[in-house]
C-alpha cells in the first residue's frame, strides 16, 4: 500500500517556499514569496518550478503588477498529498485522512485499545485499507490522478502519555493500560508500508489548532487538552514544546490552591482531582446523578453529566463547578508560566463540559493576568485527536519548523 507520490523535500528552503505559499491559502506570488523566506528571486524561482513539477503548488491566474508585468498567483493544491491521522484513546482508536490543510477527506472510529497491541495495529492497517477501497470506490484522485493509497505520504500516532518519542515507543500510558512498550511507529510502518511519526495527543491536538488555523508567525499558543485526563501543550511560531522526554504539559497534578484532600503524590487538591473524567463519573454514580455505565462512552457520560447540571440538579453543577473552577485556577498558574498570546481549551470532552465550564475558567484564570489574553474553545471538535495526529505527520513533514 505504499504511496508512489513520495516526497522528494529534502531541501530546507524547499520547505520554506511550500511554507509561505501554505499560509497564503488564497494565494501568492513569487516575490511575495521571495519577500517572506527572504531567499533569492532564482532561488524561489527554481523552487517552484520543482513544486509545481509535483503537483503540490499551481499557478492560479494573474495579477497586474506595479510595472505592468502580470504577476502569477501561486497557492498550495490541497489535494495532491494525504496524510493519515491515529489517535489511541480510551475511549476508542479513531482514523482520519486529511488533505495538506489537514481537512478531513474521510474517517473511521474503531473499538478502544485493547490488551493486544499487535492486534490493535493491525485493526488499524485495515480500517486504512478499508478507507483507501471506499476513497477508490468514490473515484476520489488527486488533480494529477493518483489514487488515496498513491496520495498517502505517512501516519501520525497521537497517544496518551508515557511515551518515547525518538524511539516511537508507547511507554506506559495510564488511560492505556494494554499498552506497555508498544513500538508503534516501527509495527504500525511494517503493517502499512508508510512513514509513521508518533507524538502526545496533547501535542498532537494544539499540531491542529496551529496548523489549520492562519495565525500571526511566532505567537505563542497555550492549548488545554480535556479528554479523560487533562495536559497542556505550548507551542510558538508552530514549533511544540516537547521538554526532554516529551512529558512537557502533564499537569494533573499541579496544585490548584482550592480546598481538596490529600492526593496519592503527596500534595493537596491537585488538578486530576478535579479534572478526571473517571472520579468525575463515579462521584455522580455514588450520587445516583447517573446510572451505570452501561456500554456508554466515556465522552457521551460526560454528556449526560453536563445535561444533568444544566436541567439543575445540585449534585451535577458542583461536579461541574468544580471541574471548571479547578482548571481555570490551573490555567492561571500557566498562563503566569508561559505567557501566551492565546489559550485554546478542546478535546474529546471538552464540547459537553465548556458551555458550563468556559465562564469559570475564564474567571478563575485571567485573575492576575497582566494583559489581555484570548481563551476560546477549540472549532475542531471531538475529532481533534485523529486530525491533530494527521497535522504531527504535515507539520514533521512538510514545514521547515518540523526538522
Ligand atoms: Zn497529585
Known amino acids: ?41 532564482q532561488a524561489v524561482s527554481l523552487i517552484t ?19 505592468g508585468k502580470p504577476r502569477t498567483i501561486l497557492r498550495l493544491v490541497p489535494s495532491s498529498r494525504l496524510a493519515v491521522g491515529v489517535h489511541l484513546d480510551p475511549a476508542g482508536i479513531s482514523l482520519a485522512v486529511v488533505d495538506l490543510l489537514a481537512a478531513v477527506i474521510a474517517q473511521r472510529t474503531l473499538a478502544p485499545p485493547t490488551a493486544d ?21 468514490q473515484g476520489w484522485t488527486t488533480p494529477d490522478g493518483h489514487d488515496a493509497a498513491e496520495a498517502m505520504l505517512g501516519i501520525g500516532v497521537a497517544s496518551p502519555g508515557a511515551i518515547d518519542v525518538a524511539r516511537g515507543r508507547v511507554v506506559s500510558p ?32 494544539l499540531t491542529a489548532e496551529t496548523w489549520s ?41 499541579l496544585p490548584t490552591g482550592l480546598d481538596g484532600p490529600l492526593c496519592g503524590c503527596g500534595r493537596r487538591a491537585c488538578l486530576s482531582q478535579f479534572t478526571d473524567a473517571a472520579s468525575m463519573l463515579d462521584a455522580a454514580e455514588r450520587q445516583g446523578l447517573l446510572g451505570t455505565a452501561d456500554g456508554r462512552s466515556m465522552t457521551a457520560r460526560l454528556g449526560d453529566l453536563a445535561a444533568a447540571a444544566r436541567g439543575g440538579e445540585a449534585g451535577a453543577v458542583e461536579l461541574l463547578d468544580g471541574f471548571g473552577t479547578a482548571l481555570g485556577e490551573a490555567l492561571r498558574t500557566l ?29 478563575r484564570a485571567l485573575r492576575s493576568s497582566p494583559h489581555a489574553v484570548t481563551i476560546e474553545s477549540s ?8 486530525l491533530g495526529a494527521a497535522a504531527l505527520f504535515l507539520q514533521r ?3 521547515p519548523t518540523g526538522r
Open 1 to 41: 500500500m505504499r504511496g508512489t507520490t513520495m516526497l522528494d523535500l529534502g531541501l530546507r528552503n524547499e520547505l520554506i517556499v511550500l511554507d509561505a505559499i501554505r499560509h497564503a491559502p488564497a494565494g501568492t506570488s513569487q516575490s511575495e514569496v521571495v519577500h517572506r523566506s527572504g531567499l533569492s528571486r
Open 49 to 67: 518550478r520543482r513544486l509545481r513539477a509535483q503537483g503540490l503548488i499551481e499557478a492560479h491566474g494573474t495579477l497586474a503588477g506595479s510595472r
Open 117 to 137: 497491541p499487535a492486534s490493535d495495529v493491525a485493526r488499524i492497517a485495515d480500517a486504512l485499507t478499508s478507507v483507501q477501497a471506499d476513497l477508490r470506490a
Open 174 to 205: 495510564p488511560w492505556l493500560p494494554g499498552w506497555r512498550d508498544v513500538p508503534v511507529v516501527e509495527q504500525l510502518g511494517q503493517a502499512t508500508g508508510l512513514p509513521v511519526v508518533l507524538d502526545k495527543d496533547t501535542n498532537a491536538a
Open 213 to 253: 488555523v492562519a495565525q500571526p508567525p511566532g505567537d505563542t499558543v497555550l492549548y488545554l487538552y480535556v479528554g479523560a485526563g487533562v495536559g497542556s501543550a505550548v507551542s510558538t511560531g508552530g514549533r511544540v514544546h516537547h521538554g526532554a522526554a516529551a512529558q512537557a504539559g502533564e499537569i494533573g497534578h
Open 335 to 363: 498562563i503566569g508560566v508561559h505567557d501566551p498570546h492565546r489559550v485554546v481549551i478542546g478535546g474529546p470532552s471538552w464540547p459537553s463540559l465548556a458551555p458550563l465550564a468556559l465562564p469559570l475558567v475564564e474567571q
Open 379 to 386: 472549532l475542531i471538535g471531538d475529532g481533534v485527536g485523529a
Open 397 to 399: 513533514e512538510l514545514s
